[in-house]
Structures are given as C-alpha cells and as structure tokens.
C-alpha cells in the first residue's frame, strides 16, 4: 500500500536523458527523491527531457502525481501544511491549490469529478461545487488505490484483511463492491484506456485481468519487487517501478502490457508512483 516518505533537502532542478526509448510516445510524471524529499517529476517516454515540476519546503513531501484527462493539469499528494492534503497544479508546475484533506487521488474520466482516499475510505468530489461521497461501506477497513474507468461506470480499488488484499469495483454513484481478485496480495488497481483490463500488483510482481475477474496474467516474471503499474495512452505498455527488495532503491521500467522484456527508464534516488499521457 501507498504511504509518503520523509527525507531532506529539494532543490528546483532539471536533467537530460538521451532518447532510450525509440517508439514510445507521451509523457510520464512520478515521484523521485532523487534531489532530496519526495518531489514531483516528469520525463519523455522516450527517456528524454526529466524534469522536477515541485519544490515543498524541507519538511514536506508531493507523491501520487496523476494526468488530468485533458493534460493540462496533475493531482498529486502532498504534506505542506502538516498533513497529507489533495493538491492540484498545472502541468508545467505553476500554480498549485489544495483541494482537500486526502491521499491517492485520481480523475474522472470528464474532469469534473475526483475519487481519493479519507480515513481509509473511498469518495468521490465534485470539483465545482466541493460535494462528497463515501462509495465503500463502512465496515470495509484500509481501503485504498481508487482508479475510475475509462467509460466513468465503475472505480476499482484495494481493500485489505489480515487475511490479504482484495481489488474490488463500485459504481460510483455507490452500492456494493464486486469482488475482483483477492488472492497474492492484490492491490493498485488501474484500468486500462479502453477499460477490458486492470493493472494492479500481487507481493512481488505486475499483473492484469478483466473487471469480471476473468483473464489473470502475471506481466512480471523477473527478480526484485515491482509496484505501481500504469498502462501506456495506446494500452501497449505498462510502466511500473521496481526495487531489489521492497525498501528500494525505485527505479521507473517499461515493459510490453502482454509481458516480455523490460526496458529501464530512470535510474538514481528512488522513482516512483508514475503516470502516463
């Protein structure tokens, strides 16, 4: 499960990577401690252009960093002000707002409308006029890692037992959750464009599988710990993080979304939680 990390030290920096990655278009934004706390980063999907977008002050920290549907904005985590609050900013960095008390925020497909994490429950928020929805039950402990569908008819999640993790869906006018899997320590549900498939991550490795439950692969065959999958704009790839051990260092890798061989994409500090447009 997600938490925020404390470090030191963020300094307003850019570095350029040489194109490694021939083929593979868009941008990717994550979260990298490589220059000091936890601060908010984009690069080229190609390998090109790594650029940090934030600055917190010292004590503070920006993780969970995701593309508004339209590109022009990021929602990410923050600490600045003390606690963990929803942030938003623009796509270059300029800008940024508090939208409430939260964590792990993600989009609706139209804008206008986040779901996120409060107290270990999923809402949903309506942008314009601050309404909110409580869409899991109550009884439901340590939910986590919404992500809304493409189609906007359903939001996955991850809701964790002693028993293990589950990744569930619900609609997100409410109701009750459809079990999805819930076996290998299943959770970080994200959908796929077109909405047939979900990426999430067992212990150690990436997998996906339909909504229904149906089609299960494991994407990750190799050595280390993978977290965080994110599909590529065009459903092709999945980008993901990877550490020797679940203490990191993090590293961003690229990999084909049926499985095959992964391609690394940064390397240095710890990169993490990242998101593709």
């Known amino acids: 499960m997600r938490s925020l990390f404390a470090a030191v030290g963020c300094l307003l920096v850019a570095a350029v990577a040489e194109p490694a990655f021939a083929g593979k278009s868009g941008q990717i934004v994550f979260s990298s401690d490589r220059s000091g706390q936890w601060c908010i980063w984009t690069i080229n999907a190609d390998g090109s252009q790594m650029k940090q977008l934030t600055r917190p002050a010292a004590d503070e920290n920006d993780v969970d960093p995701v593309f508004s549907p339209d590109g022009k904005s990021i929602l990410f985590t923050s600490t600045r002000g003390g606690k963990a609050a929803i942030w938003r900013m623009l796509l270059g960095g300029s800008k940024p707002e508090s939208v409430c008390e939260g964590d792990q925020a993600e989009w609706s497909p139209d804008g206008k409308r986040i779901v996120f994490r409060r107290s270990e429950s999923i809402l949903t928020r309506n942008l314009v006029d601050g309404t909110e929805k409580v869409l899991t039950p109550r009884n439901w402990p340590h939910c986590s890692g919404p992500a809304w569908s493409p189609g906007g008819k359903a939001i996955a999640f991850a809701c964790r037992w002693e028993a293990g993790n589950g990744v569930f869906t619900v609609p997100p006018e409410g109701g009750k959750p459809a079990k999805v899997y819930d076996e290998k320590g299943a959770c970080e549900p994200h959908w796929s464009p077109d909405g047939t498939r979900i990426v999430y991550e067992t212990e150690s490795h990436i997998c996906t599988i339909g909504p229904d439950g149906t089609k299960n692969r494991t994407v990750t065959y190799f050595g280390g710990v993978q977290r965080y999958g994110r599909f590529s704009p065009d459903g092709q790839y ?16 690229i990999a084909p979304a049926g499985g095959g061989t992964p391609e690394r994409l940064t390397e240095g500090g710890s990169d993490m939680y990242p998101d593709w447009k």
Do not use: D, N, T
Request: net charge negative; with cysteine; proline share 6%.
């Open 238 to 253: 999945i980008v993901f993080c990877q550490g020797a051990s679940e203490r990191g260092p993090w590293e961003l890798y």
